[in-house]
């Protein structure tokens, strides 16, 4: 008798269009995707003459496909998507090209240098390379050995090309889409993986999956859906190619090496909604482990609830195993109800089938409701909301009953009733929305699950302590530029002392004055830079864990213009008449800096003024003060943030300056009975615009008057004599001084012969 041993083989990933995981770099689902196809490619053009060398396989596509719109790019957005894995470095390596190589016209995809990299064979005029640069590449080496998924997407509409890589945008710069010219000889010039006739161009590594899109630019969502193992399906475009995989047309490998493909189109408008799932494969052997060719395999889902259908939207299909003794299912895709459940495999003549256990997953994310807080024993302001889609987050998922739950020690939160669990269905947009939560007496952080078959969500929640803020200041009012602390002081019941952060903030203007850190209820700032005027402060206690925010009432601080002082110093005190005095007045205010001017009074009257203060400080300089005492006093004329104010009076005492007297007698010697002129000169000490006046009296020894002359304008006094006796005569001039000028004298010696 012979007994026939069926074994069941789940290979997600591995010789299918499967579902993958990820959206970084990676290998897809199950392990790698078909060893068997490194370094091996397929081609198709025209009507299926090979066009590479013998050294490489390619396979044909069937003529039935050749005249379908979907292998004719030109003139239409279009995509292409895959994915590969290599070491290859080097020029442009070749996946993907559609056009004519030999006219030079038409698009490529490939590695170059390790990026992936789109070209425009610009040989048509209308895109010269000139004026068209034809290159675009990643900006990520991806020649690293590991599996990635590749996206071209060529928007016509919106005149720009994009490259994708591990479903992520990747190129290195834009590139304007060009519309060469379409004179291409066959409609259906299109290649997978081979290179050119030369070995120079041939892609080395391994290759899966590819799926090219005519009149279709995949928007970033479809590239992930593509990469996480979906098909974006549109009419009648879609061309799809598995290397060694029984889905679809089955095409012969040409080449030498026999490693056959299979390629279908797509026509349907419907995506599907889970996703396409695990490739199912039945490995059928004797009872001495031979494998059985050539025997019917039969794979049916479940009728109903959680479930899938085949190609073509069957539930059962029927395969038969290859050489190797495995029949491989088509492709699955899940049906719109989560849940697992069982996909059988049954050969005629074994009552037992092979069984596959199967979850359709779905999406679930908290959409609403987290994270939040609010004060223990009061509700939460937000309910909790989750969104449920598929797995790739393209269609909603409604009527799915979604279970929330919260936790029932330390701190949680209840729904009405009390309750810690509620259920709430789904509706037309896939939101399910809980009943409100009300928090317990516990402060502190908790988890809310929302859990939906297949898939579960978390709500980050809190129960915060109320607390109580208050804002003081250690000098109110201040005066300006005058330090003062701001302390936060946060209190809570219990005598917990809260720690968080506070901020200060000045109401009257819109500004932040601090930000200040709260320790064991306490904070505090020191500032100076608060202007003059009245300040609405406010401190706002927030991110404090287990404590809910407050803010303070407001402190109106008072902040007024800073007091000032003056005081004065001379340069000379005393000082002489006509000699020149500096007056400075230093401007001290209370705090910061002083600005403004400064007016000098003697007396009543205005000597000099307005100054402008220089570094607090306003002078003036003078030598017309008169003989006598003078009470100089400055007034300083304040500033918007400081007060005016007058100095104490200074006495600037001004003394006679002394005088210098110079006699001159002429002629000199003179002859007895001859006329003889003395001339007394008289200055001041210094000098200045006012000369001295009074009289010179000249004598001769023991007191002799000779004569007495007013000081003239020109401060000079002559005396003309023809009475001077002969001899040498020792004649002096007195000067007899002013109100300004001391007294003087000097003398000169007459010879008379």
């Known amino acids: 008798m012979l007994f026939l041993l069926l074994m069941v083989l789940l290979y997600a990933g591995s010789l299918c269009h499967a579902q993958y995981v990820g959206t970084a770099a990676g290998t897809p689902a199950g392990g790698p995707i078909n060893n068997a196809v490194a370094g091996h490619w397929f081609q198709q053009r025209g009507n299926g003459t090979a066009n590479v060398a013998v050294n490489y396989d390619f396979v044909s596509i069937p003529n039935t496909f050749q005249d379908s719109p979907a292998l004719r790019v030109h003139g239409k957005p279009f995509s292409v998507a895959f994915w590969y894995r290599s070491t290859q470095t080097g020029p442009f390596r070749l996946l993907w090209e559609n056009g004519e190589v030999f006219g030079n016209t038409g698009y490529v995809v490939g590695l170059h240098n390790g990026y992936i990299a789109f070209e425009e064979l610009n040989g048509d005029p209308a895109c010269p390379f000139t004026t068209h640069p034809d290159w675009l590449h990643g900006s990520t080496a991806t020649n690293d050995g590991n599996w990635h998924h590749a996206a071209v997407v060529a928007d016509r509409d919106n005149a720009h090309t994009y490259v994708y890589k591990d479903g992520v945008r990747d190129d290195d710069g834009t590139l304007a889409y060009c519309d060469p010219a379409d004179n291409i000889s066959s409609p259906s010039n299109q290649w997978y993986g081979i290179g050119r006739n030369s070995s120079d161009y041939d892609f080395a590594g391994d290759v899966e999956h590819f799926t090219s899109w005519a009149g279709v630019a995949l928007t970033a969502d479809e590239v992930k859906y593509h990469m996480n193992g979906g098909m974006p399906q549109y009419g009648n475009v879609g061309v799809w190619y598995e290397f060694e995989n029984a889905v679809g047309q089955r095409v012969p490998d040409l080449g030498p090496n026999h490693y056959d493909g299979h390629v279908s189109f797509f026509s349907s408008d419907a995506n599907p909604l889970l996703g396409p799932g695990p490739a199912f494969q039945a490995y059928v052997v004797d009872p001495d482990g031979v494998p059985m060719p050539r025997v019917e395999i039969v794979f049916t889902a479940p009728a109903t609830g959680p479930s899938g259908t085949f190609i073509n939207g069957l539930r059962t299909v029927k395969v038969t195993t290859d050489p190797n003794g495995i029949a491989t299912a088509p492709l699955f895709t899940a049906n719109g109800i989560p849940g697992s459940y069982t996909v059988n495999a049954k050969m005629e003549s074994i009552t037992a089938p092979a069984r596959f256990s199967v979850t359709n997953r779905v999406s679930i994310t908290a959409s609403a409701g987290t994270p939040q807080s609010t004060t223990v024993q009061t509700p939460f302001t937000y309910p909790l909301q989750v969104a449920v889609t598929d797995p790739n987050n393209l269609n909603p998922m409604p009527n799915l009953t979604v279970t929330f739950k919260a936790p029932t020690t330390g701190a949680f939160a209840t729904f009405p009733g009390g309750l810690a669990t509620v259920t709430a269905v789904t509706n037309a947009s896939g939101l399910a929305t809980s009943p409100g939560l009300t928090a317990n007496n516990v402060a502190g952080a908790f988890t809310v699950t929302a859990t939906v078959t297949g898939g579960s969500a978390n709500f980050s929640l809190a129960n915060s302590t109320a607390t109580t803020t208050a804002l003081s200041s250690s000098v109110n009012p201040s005066?300006?530029?005058?330090?003062?602390?701001?302390?936060?002081?946060?209190?809570?019941?219990?005598?917990?002392?809260p720690s968080g952060t506070a901020y200060i903030d000045d109401t009257t203007l819109g500004t932040r004055v601090a930000t200040i850190t709260v320790t064991k209820g306490v904070g505090s700032y020191k500032t100076s830079a608060l202007a003059v005027g009245v300040h609405y402060l406010q401190a706002a206690f927030t991110d404090g864990a287990g404590f809910t925010p407050s803010v303070s009432p407001a402190l109106i601080q008072g902040v007024s213009q800073a007091s000032s002082t003056v005081s004065l110093k001379s340069s000379r005190a005393p000082s002489v008449f006509q000699q020149s005095v500096t007056i400075t007045a230093t401007v001290t205010p209370q705090f910061g800096t002083a600005t403004g001017t400064v007016t000098f009074l003697d007396g009543s009257t205005v000597v000099a003024g307005p100054v402008a203060l220089a570094s607090g400080k306003a002078s003036f300089s003078t030598s017309t003060l008169t003989v006598g005492s003078h009470s100089i006093t400055a007034v300083y004329s304040g500033d918007a943030n400081v007060t005016g104010s007058t100095s104490p009076a200074f006495i600037q005492t001004v003394n006679q300056a002394p005088s210098k007297v110079t006699l001159a007698a002429s002629p000199n010697p003179a002859a007895v009975g001859q006329s003889v002129t003395l001339t007394a000169t008289v200055v001041g000490v210094p000098s200045g615009a006012v000369r001295p006046t009074g009289t010179v009296t000249f004598t001769l020894p023991g007191n002799t008057?000779?004569?007495?002359?007013?000081?003239?304008?020109?401060?000079?006094?002559?005396?003309?004599?023809?009475?001077?006796?002969?001899?040498?005569?020792?004649i002096t001039a007195t000067y007899g001084g002013d109100s300004n000028f001391t007294g003087n004298f000097g003398t000169v010696t007459e010879v008379v012969q």
Do not use: D, E, R
Request: glycine share 6%; no cysteine.
């Open 705 to 730: 008057v000779l004569g007495s002359v007013a000081v003239n304008s020109s401060g000079k006094a002559k005396l003309t004599l023809t009475t001077l006796p002969a001899g040498s005569n020792v």
């Open 479 to 497: 005066a300006y530029k005058q330090s003062i602390t701001l302390t936060v002081n946060v209190t809570a019941p219990a005598s917990n002392l």
